[in-house]
DNA sequence: GTCTATACTCTGATAGAC
DNA sequence: GTCTATCAGAGTATAGAC
């Protein structure tokens, strides 16, 4: 997921550079970027706060090295969902599992986009054409699944079902985090997610003899710690 | 909705803490608490920044005082919604499309919560009480729709069915304000929200000769502009 | 009720020594 | 690369005259 260092110094886990930029991810996650101050960032890492800016200059310029690390995540995740580079086939729940990881791995990105543009406007339009890569990628493989015969979706449903998995998949997490209380995810909420896409497609599903793609039973509501 | 002022006076359409609470959920909706300043609210209502606070003693009072609008609004939903206290019964579609209204005119609420309670503790629990009282609301409506034979709900399909009409009724106004970039609504968008959350309805719906409850014909995606 | 003037705090950011 | 000051600006809030 992330390089090993320039130098290939492996003493404290990677060099500050990369130590600031996962202690920023956590700390955006949990609150913000706008509620979260470069002295905290800081005092987190356990340096100084000059040292900070001297690695990022600006409080944006981390911002954008996180969307540059996501951007190259989702691209790796689409490009392994559109069945390009291994020759390994996945199952469906595998790749909506990874999407999902990576969705709540960037909250942040999703739940405070506002917020963001506001300060940085340059970041809208990627994020949007980010979403619309992906809403593609969603789109494949619903259509994979109808020629397969795993799923049969009217014509007509088919954009308003691809639109809510959008909605649902995106925030599953936000839903989790906000009208729950969870700010912290187990395998347990993401089995949740899980499933809560996995209904919107069963209504639709071929019968067949064999096992299901996805995983429609057992599943109950996550823990409100 | 609101009242009329104390003393009645119609001079410059209500009393100047009306207007400032109008204006403000309007900079608060378009742009966030976060980025919206007290001296842009006394700007946009037309008067002084020391005047602002006459009224409103802390911006956090503002707040407060728009989440209490809505919370007053949303009960008046849900007594309405429950068939308490007009005897006329509304429809379905109805109900949905005046909750979808609120949802759109508080919208600052749903997307910055996680911001509001970082600085205002107070809210997060209100809000959930909110929340937990509104998916009440959904939940009874679903029943008895399930009664009345409109629609048929596997009873493991419901909890899952729930939650996903939530998400959906919940965040279809952010995903159409940040996904697609409108900021802007009007009853088209309005209409495609309550199609996306028909859509979930509708491999349940009971086949009638009749109209069906829900509109899910002729929706087109609404216009990015 | 409304305005003017001002205080105080927080935070992003820079300069320069080590 | 890291730390020690230190600054400049923004933004909330108050005091007091009108």
Redesign the pocket.
């Known amino acids: 997921m992330s390089t090993a260092g320039k130098h290939g110094r492996l003493r404290t886990r990677g060099?500050?550079?990369e130590r600031v930029v996962e202690a920023t991810l956590g700390l955006f996650n949990e609150r913000g970027p706008d509620r979260?101050?470069?002295?905290e960032i800081a005092r987190t890492v356990g340096?100084?706060?000059?040292?900070l800016?001297?690695?990022f200059?600006?409080?944006?310029s981390l911002v954008l090295a996180l969307f540059a690390r996501f951007e190259a995540d989702a691209e790796t995740f689409a490009v392994r969902a559109l069945g390009g580079g291994s020759g390994e086939a996945r199952t469906y729940e595998d790749l909506l599992s990874d999407w999902f990881r990576l969705v709540w791995a960037y909250r942040f990105l999703f739940r405070d986009l506002l917020a963001l543009a506001g300060t940085m406007p340059a970041l809208a339009t990627p994020f949007r054409k980010m979403s619309a890569r992906m809403r593609g990628v969603v789109e494949a493989l619903l259509r994979r699944m109808i020629e397969e015969h795993i799923v049969n979706v009217p014509k007509d449903d088919i954009e308003p079902l691809l639109a809510n998995v959008w909605i649902v998949s995106t925030y599953w997490a936000v839903y989790l985090n906000l009208q729950k209380g969870i700010d912290e995810m187990d395998a347990g909420h993401l089995d949740w997610g899980l499933n809560q896409v996995s209904h919107l497609f069963k209504p639709f599903l071929i019968p067949t003899g064999s096992a299901d793609v996805f995983p429609l039973s057992t599943r109950r509501e996550p823990d409100s710690t």
Do not use: D, L, P
């Not at 979260?36 to 002295?39: I, L, N, R, W, Y």
């Not at 340096?47 to 040292?51: K, L, P, S, Y």
């Open positions: 060099g500050t550079r979260v101050t470069t002295a340096i100084n706060e000059g040292n800016y001297y690695h200059r600006t409080k944006e």
